[in-house]
Every structure is written in structure tokens, then in C-alpha cells.
């Protein structure tokens, strides 16, 4: 007499691999929230509070603000940029996109502002995301005259990740004097806004 093997029927199955997939979707949580406690653990307190989606808006204390920002690459038209090349005044970085409307929208704001703080603080955009005809093409339509960071590989912007999420497009930081990160904006900026962040840290004493 042979003896067959049964198969399990589906509803078996389907049990069997509950616990597993339960126990899955239970690591894959774990894992991510273990990466964003390091990641929290890395900003200084007030840049943690910054990363929020809570909080469009984020103002970091001089104390808070831990060590400058140092990016460096080229410009849309191939010219070598470090932020090392304006240390010792402040700097507005605005991540955009020619492909994002909230980028078309803020444009002028941002050509207006950085006319009117020339010589007080320095702009700079990062292009993530685009192709330099679009990029360019951009710049021109909307009178942007300051230098952008080529950043088509993502990797400027993912060194940014610990003040805004990377899918924050647009975004604007503000760094002060000593390179470091003072306020950030998640989002299409209010001309009124970025002026006052700007303000604030311009009038800050070297020192701070």
C-alpha cells in the first residue's frame, strides 16, 4: 500500500503565510523607524523640529545650529561652485525643479529678493531632477541670475536630508555667516517670509 502525500489546501496556505507576511511588514517598520531615530539623532535639536512636515516654516537657534553645511560641484554651465566661496556672509539655497509648478510660482519672489539683498547675502539654487536646456531656459524666463548647483545625481540635495525631506520640492535654507543652517522653508516660499529670515540673520554679530 503507497501512501500519498496530501497537499495543503489553499486556505491552509493562506494561513501559513499570514504570520509571515505580518512578521515582514513588522521589520520593514522596525528598520525604517531605526534609520529616521539616527537621522533625528544627527540634526541638532532644532533642525530635527525643522524636518516636520508640521513646521513649513523653521527658525534654528545660533547655539543649535552644529556645524556649516560644505557642498560643492558645478554650475548649470559646467563652472566649478563650493559654498566654501561664500562663508563669511549669508546664503539662501533653494532646491528647484524646471518640471515643478510651486518652483514657477516662487521664481519671482526669489529673482526680486536676491536683487534686493545683493552685496548682503549670497543665492544660489540646486537643480535636482531636470536637464540643463530646461534648467537654463528656466533661469532666463524668470530673470534668475545667481549660480545653481548642477545636481542631477541627487546627491547636494540628499546631504540637505537632515533640514528638509528630499521630496520637499521646492525648498529654501538659509545658511548664516558661518555656513551653518539658520532656517529652512518646506515649500513654495512667501516673498515676506524669506525677507524676514533673511533679515534676521544678516543682522546677526559674526560671533553668534
Do not use: H
Not at 509648478?101 to 531636470?130: M, T, Y
Not at 536637464?131 to 528656466?138: I, S, V
Request: glycine share 6%; aromatic share 6%.
Amino acid at each position: 500500500m503507497s501512501v500519498q502525500e496530501q497537499t495543503p489546501a489553499p486556505a491552509q496556505q493562506s494561513a501559513r503565510k499570514g504570520p509571515l507576511i505580518v512578521a515582514g511588514i513588522a521589520i520593514a517598520a522596525l528598520v525604517a523607524a531605526s534609520i529616521w531615530f539616527f537621522v533625528l539623532r544627527q540634526a541638532p535639536a532644532e533642525a530635527s523640529k525643522a524636518l516636520s512636515p508640521a513646521n513649513a516654516v523653521a527658525e534654528i537657534a545660533p547655539g543649535e545650529r552644529g556645524s556649516q553645511v560644505e557642498l560643492s560641484g558645478t554650475t548649470l554651465t559646467g563652472e566649478p561652485i563650493s559654498l566654501a566661496q561664500f562663508q563669511g556672509s549669508p546664503v539662501v539655497l533653494n532646491i528647484w525643479g524646471s518640471w515643478c509648478a510651486p518652483c514657477r510660482e516662487e521664481a519671482p519672489a526669489l529673482a526680486a529678493l536676491s536683487s534686493q539683498f545683493a552685496g548682503r547675502a549670497q543665492f544660489l539654487g540646486i537643480n535636482v531632477k531636470d536637464n540643463t536646456p530646461a534648467a537654463l531656459a528656466f533661469e532666463r524666463n524668470y530673470g534668475i541670475t545667481y549660480p545653481s548647483f548642477n545636481d542631477s545625481s541627487g546627491t547636494a540635495q540628499l546631504s540637505l536630508s537632515r533640514w528638509v525631506p528630499p521630496q520637499a520640492i521646492p525648498s529654501t535654507i538659509v545658511l548664516d555667516s558661518q555656513g551653518r543652517v539658520a532656517a529652512r522653508i518646506s515649500g513654495k516660499v512667501r516673498e515676506a517670509t524669506l525677507r524676514a529670515l533673511i533679515e534676521t540673520v544678516a543682522a546677526e554679530s559674526p560671533a553668534q
